[in-house]
């Protein structure tokens, strides 16, 4: 069990840029998240991946923000033309089926993608 | 609907001490509860789950839960606190069966004293 992976772990940049962050979960796993967590919030749910399909996205996640997972495997999350109000960390988990009985697993997180706009 | 209600933004407690963070949970179906640990510029560490089975959790560092009903809440706590243990602490639930949407308290930032 390596654990989830983000790249970068940190990502300055200007406002108005375009900026791409990378998760690879944990590689049984099926189900991939994206949470933001801003400065003295608990993270606030993104959009989540069952497989390659993307079945839920947060209103939080506005049209800047796109996120993909081709090969159900690693997930990108792109935000364009970032604004000030972007700087956040962003985490990545993922969790494994239900097991037995229908019992949802705890998600594994990664270190996340701390983003900070100029 | 889910919610969680983190009571205490910052709680401090001497090292060797009683640790109890308080969390209270808001659901419409039965809710699976969560304890996260998060330390400075890292990710979240799953500390303990409840899921309907024993209400009594016990997690991974001596840390423990009790799930009451009755009274909505699922309290974390630890007999003796090491100043390991500080960091921030984070309530989270989701509800039973569908996809898993994990909401998560505001947190609470726990200080040990030496």
């Known amino acids: 069990d390596t654990g989830v992976s983000q790249d970068p772990r940190h990502k300055i940049t200007k406002r108005g840029q375009n900026v791409t962050f990378r998760c690879d979960p944990i590689?049984?796993?099926?189900?991939l998240y994206w949470y933001r967590q801003t400065l003295g919030q608990g993270p606030e749910f993104l959009t989540y991946f069952q497989n390659e399909a993307q079945l839920e996205k947060s209103r939080l996640l506005s049209d800047r923000f796109s996120a993909e997972r081709p090969k159900g495997s690693f997930s990108t999350l792109e935000i364009q033309r970032t604004e000030q109000g972007d700087s956040a960390m962003y985490l990545c988990a993922s969790s494994p089926s239900p097991g037995t009985g229908g019992i949802n697993q705890p998600q594994h997180f990664g270190d996340g993608t701390r983003l900070s706009i100029l | 609907a889910q919610s969680v209600t983190q009571l205490g933004s910052h709680v401090s407690v001497s090292e060797g001490a009683l640790v109890l963070l308080r969390c209270n949970y808001s659901?419409?179906?039965?809710?699976?509860l969560f304890w996260y640990v998060q330390y400075p510029n890292q990710g979240l560490q799953l500390l303990l789950k409840y899921t309907s089975a024993a209400t009594l959790v016990k997690g991974i560092n001596g840390f423990e839960a009790e799930f009451k009903k009755s009274e909505t809440s699922f309290h974390l706590t630890k007999p003796s606190a090491h100043m390991s243990d500080a960091a921030e602490y984070f309530c989270?639930?989701?509800?039973?069966?569908?996809?898993?949407?994990?909401?998560f308290g505001t947190g609470t930032k726990l200080q040990v004293i030496p």
């Open positions: 590689s049984e796993h099926n189900r």
């Open positions: 989270a639930v989701s509800q039973a069966g569908g996809y898993q949407k994990v909401t």
């Open positions: 659901s419409s179906v039965p809710p699976y």
